[in-house]
């Protein structure tokens, strides 16, 4: 097992990933500790904010970029020969697939289907009544600096990526899974968790549900391109794809 290629030190990228990871912890508490008003109750109501892709992303991030920094630990505590076997390598693949799998193609997903919404009209996914209760820096912490971040990581270290039958299909078990939970929401609750799906005819939902699900295989094949491009030279090559 060759060594985990990193542009540098494991001191450099603990240093990198626990600045990170700190600021998805800040990130979450802010959201978290938002006082919310009755002008805009989905926080209060069924599901809380566990209902919202932004907030499981949130999650999501802080989750793998602690997940980093306790393989740097290990990098930078255990020798060389001792972390290509046993525990710390089963962390390293664990990372690799967790990055592979959900970080990037999720994160990528909610920074781009955010600002497309929101360019096209804003008050499909974030009413202008946001603009009181969440401050500008919060918004653009959840929808826009996780994907700067994202490319940080992509850079910083290279990834494995498993076969893309085994990856885009645990992506669209994740995909399944989120999309049944709106569902269930939209059941339970009567209250669609984002306004656009209020305004769409249930072929239109249908559809919508149907492209957004779909729009997650091309970010994980573009995750892939990214990391083998910032990776080319490393003389890392590439397993064949199935």
């Excluded at 290509?84 to 990372?95: E, F, N, Q, V, Y």
């Excluded at 269930?184 to 559809?207: D, E, F, K, Q, T």
């Excluded at 970010?219 to 490393?234: A, D, P, Q, S, V």
């Amino acid at each position: 097992m060759a060594a985990i290629a990193t542009r540098t030190g494991p001191k450099m990228c603990l240093l990198v990933h626990l600045l990170i990871f700190s600021w998805y912890l800040f990130t979450i508490w802010s959201n978290v500790s938002l006082q919310t008003s009755d002008r805009h109750p989905g926080v209060r109501s069924y599901g809380g904010r566990w209902k919202y892709l932004t907030f499981i992303d949130l999650v999501l991030q802080a989750v793998f970029f602690g997940l980093c920094v306790l393989v740097d630990v290990i990098h930078t505590a255990v020798p060389v020969k001792q972390t290509r076997s046993g525990t710390p390598l089963t962390l390293t693949k664990a990372r690799d697939f967790y990055f592979t799998v959900l970080a990037f193609p999720v994160g990528t997903f909610v920074f781009a289907s955010f600002w497309t919404l929101y360019t096209y009209n804003r008050e499909l996914v974030y009413p202008k009544i946001l603009d009181d209760i969440i401050p500008i820096w919060l918004n653009h912490a959840m929808h826009t600096v996780i994907m700067p971040l994202l490319l940080v990581q992509m850079f910083l270290q290279n990834h494995k990526y498993p076969s893309r039958t085994k990856g885009i299909s645990a992506l669209a078990l994740f995909a399944v899974l989120y999309l049944s939970w709106v569902l269930w929401v939209r059941h339970a609750s009567g209250v669609w968790v984002y306004p656009i799906m209020a305004h769409l005819s249930p072929v239109g939902l249908c559809l919508f549900l149907g492209a957004a699900s779909l729009s997650m295989a091309p970010l994980y094949l573009l995750g892939e391109k990214l990391n083998l491009m910032m990776w080319r030279t490393t003389g890392n090559p590439k397993k064949k794809k199935k």
